[in-house]
């Protein structure tokens, strides 16, 4: 078996939620270093032999032509495969293949210019001119341009627009008028030209490259589209309809169980070598079999292969484990408040709507909880034995793992494993066992039950479930350990604050390593699920963005140690661990591009060698 690891790859960079929800992973890329402002520094670095603009021309071998390559991950996507409405990892993984945007990472999680060619900043990084690639063309054949650009932005700022992708254009001139209905025009993002297009933020962007990196949609596809019919439109959602600029386009598929990729011959950076690729949603707990007996090629990211079945895999002569550290985490969140079922339907976010949890309201609860939690035995010992994660992971306390550029190990954070402490926090919030069946009262004497809401698909995930409802009760707290769903279904009530749950398992994956906790942290954002609104916290998140300070990574270092132990203490989550991932491909695909974040980069370069 061959063995990569990835420890240490971070510089500074810009942050992504794309994340997404399921760990979400998603696709958003950042940009160039943020430590002072740019200058003309946007100019793309020659194109490698290989075409794959990440710095090294390695290729194992002669590409044949041609052939399948299978590809494995364990929960089904949500079915919307349109960038600026997905929510989940899952579907992520489909639309890799589809969408691009003008920026991408390279293998330093830096952002490199991708559709577009170069780009320049002016002095005070307010406004950013973007010029396009020549010659990109849509998988329908019409020409990509400077418009498509201008209304993919347009469209997440719509007032019509009910996703989550706004923050991507929030800072931009004129958004507030625009998305307000007050104004037709958007000057935040305009086109001079065909091939030219020009951002322009209200103040200084720290993170301007990052703000531009969102996959771009068609204007002929949807500009004859009633903006609020785009979700539900068959080119979001339908085979043979869904039409992007990337390398695959989306073929037949049997919703949750496989979906086929056909090569576009016409991509714009050197045809595809492959005919096909096939994404399978298989059983977490088969994959390893699946991946020894050959009916897999590649088993891919959020989830990658088990821990525990990790030394298997090492054992495979003809596979190899790709272990980067994850940028991303596990956690459990506390549904603080809800939303009105009033602002679900009609996809508002309005933080004095938001309706109080009186059972986590109280800091003291949520404290306590944590402190029952023994998420070092969740994790697992150095040496690979016990726990859930079989020791292939870190415990954290904030969302910075220590592969982050935040990460402070001097920082004061973090709630140990205490139960004698969680025990003293319930008491002086008035949390007592008066019955003597083994659970606290609430404070006036009712039955104290918190609802956790857990998704299949990843296992240590799963049987986390059950440890934190064993945990929980030696504090006295009872825990309703509720049905497990498929993601999407679970994902749909977290989103929509569904009353029955109180607390929920979900993970975040992040594309880039950027700290910024802004785009889910923040009180108003949508991915703000716990509806945890807290002005401290979002004045120490704008001020980790606030140019001129920003510019210098030292500032935002001590900026997010400050806000690490804050939110530490308000636990609007119980953070649980980052993995380190097990990714793994067999011996049968050549090509593949080795980058700290996805499996998927450059699959046009891919190639069966039998």
């Given amino acids: 078996m061959n063995l990569k690891k990835w420890w240490s790859f971070l510089l500074a960079l810009t942050f992504s939620v794309l994340l997404l929800a399921a760990c979400n992973g998603g696709d958003d890329e950042t940009g160039t270093d943020?430590?002072?402002?740019?200058?003309?520094?946007?100019?793309?670095?020659?194109?490698?032999?290989?075409?794959?603009?990440?710095?090294?021309?390695?290729?194992?071998?002669?590409a044949s032509e041609g052939g399948n390559v299978n590809i494995a991950f364990f929960s089904p996507p949500e079915h919307q495969f349109n960038p600026i409405y997905y929510t989940s990892t899952y579907d992520a993984n489909v639309m890799d293949f589809i969408f691009e945007a003008l920026f991408r990472t390279d293998d330093e999680l830096l952002l490199q210019p991708h559709l577009a060619e170069s780009y320049e900043l002016n002095d005070d990084q307010t406004e950013m001119t973007v010029t396009l690639n020549e010659g990109i063309t849509w998988h329908d054949g019409e020409a990509f341009t400077a418009d498509d650009v201008v209304f993919t932005y347009e469209m997440i700022s719509h007032p019509e627009y009910t996703g989550v992708r706004g923050t991507y254009a929030d800072k931009l001139v004129g958004y507030e008028d625009f998305r307000a209905g007050e104004s037709d025009e958007f000057e935040g993002v305009t086109a001079e030209d065909d091939q030219?297009?020009?951002f322009r933020w209200e103040e200084s962007s720290v993170t301007p490259e990052f703000n531009a990196s969102f996959p771009i949609i068609?204007?002929?596809?949807?500009?004859?589209?009633?903006?609020?019919?785009?979700?539900?439109?068959?080119?979001?959602?339908?085979?043979?309809?869904?039409?992007?600029?990337?390398?695959?386009?989306?073929?037949?598929?049997?919703?949750?169980?496989q979906y086929v990729l056909n090569a576009n011959e016409d991509y714009w950076n050197g045809a595809p070598n492959l005919d096909t690729v096939t994404l399978q949603v298989r059983d977490q707990a088969v994959i390893t079999g699946l991946l020894e007996s050959g009916d897999v090629d590649m088993v891919i990211q959020p989830d990658g292969i088990v821990p525990s079945d990790v030394a298997s895999v090492e054992q495979m002569d003809n596979v190899t484990l790709y272990q980067p550290q994850d940028l991303g985490y596990q956690y459990m969140g506390f549904k603080i408040g809800y939303r009105p079922s009033e602002d679900v339907e009609a996809g508002v976010i309005d933080t004095d709507?938001?309706?109080?949890?009186?059972?986590?309201?109280?800091?003291?609860?949520?404290?306590?909880?944590?402190?029952?939690?023994?998420r070092e035995a969740m994790v697992g010992g150095e040496d690979g034995e016990g726990g859930l994660l079989q020791g292939s992971g870190q415990v954290l306390h904030a969302p910075f793992p220590e592969a982050s550029w935040a990460f402070d190990e001097n920082a004061d954070i973090g709630l140990e494993y205490d139960t004698d402490r969680a025990m003293e926090l319930l008491a002086e919030a008035g949390y007592e066992d008066t019955n003597?069946?083994?659970?606290?009262?609430?404070?006036?004497?009712?039955?104290?039950?918190?609802?956790?809401?857990?998704?299949?698909?990843?296992?240590?995930?799963?049987?986390?479930?059950?440890?934190?409802?064993?945990?929980l009760a030696e504090v006295g707290i009872n825990v309703n350990v509720d049905t497990p769903r498929e993601f999407p279904a679970h994902s749909e009530i977290v989103e929509n604050d569904d009353q029955s749950i109180d607390m929920y398992l979900m993970g975040w994956g992040l594309a880039s390593?950027?700290?910024?906790?802004?785009?889910?942290?923040?009180?108003?954002?949508?991915?703000?699920?716990?509806?945890?609104?807290?002005?401290?916290?979002?004045?120490?998140?704008?001020?980790?963005?606030?140019?001129p300070d920003a510019f210098e990574q030292e500032?935002?270092?001590?900026?997010?140690?400050?806000?690490?132990?804050?939110?530490?203490?308000?636990?609007?989550?119980?953070?649980?661990?980052?993995?380190?991932?097990?990714?793994?491909a067999t011996d049968r695909v050549g090509g593949i591009t080795e980058d700290p974040v996805t499996m998927l980069k450059d699959p046009h370069l891919w190639y069966v060698q039998e």
């Fill in 34 to 62: 943020p430590e002072e402002p740019a200058d003309d520094n946007g100019e793309e670095p020659a194109d490698d032999e290989n075409g794959d603009d990440d710095g090294d021309d390695d290729t194992a071998g002669e």
């Fill in 196 to 198: 030219t297009v020009i």
């Fill in 218 to 257: 068609p204007e002929h596809i949807f500009g004859a589209v009633e903006p609020g019919e785009i979700e539900s439109h068959e080119s979001s959602i339908a085979t043979g309809e869904v039409v992007g600029t990337g390398p695959f386009m989306l073929g037949d598929f049997v919703e949750g169980d």
């Fill in 353 to 374: 709507n938001f309706i109080e949890n009186e059972k986590l309201s109280d800091v003291r609860v949520r404290q306590a909880i944590v402190h029952a939690l023994d």
């Fill in 436 to 471: 003597g069946d083994g659970f606290v009262e609430d404070p006036n004497g009712e039955e104290y039950v918190l609802t956790l809401a857990y998704p299949t698909g990843n296992e240590p995930r799963e049987n986390a479930a059950i440890v934190i409802e064993q945990q």
């Fill in 513 to 547: 390593g950027d700290p910024d906790p802004g785009g889910i942290f923040t009180s108003h954002v949508p991915y703000n699920y716990t509806r945890w609104v807290d002005e401290t916290s979002d004045e120490m998140i704008q001020r980790g963005l606030s140019a």
């Fill in 555 to 584: 500032y935002r270092e001590e900026v997010y140690s400050e806000w690490a132990e804050y939110v530490s203490e308000q636990v609007p989550y119980a953070f649980l661990w980052s993995m380190i991932n097990n990714w793994a």
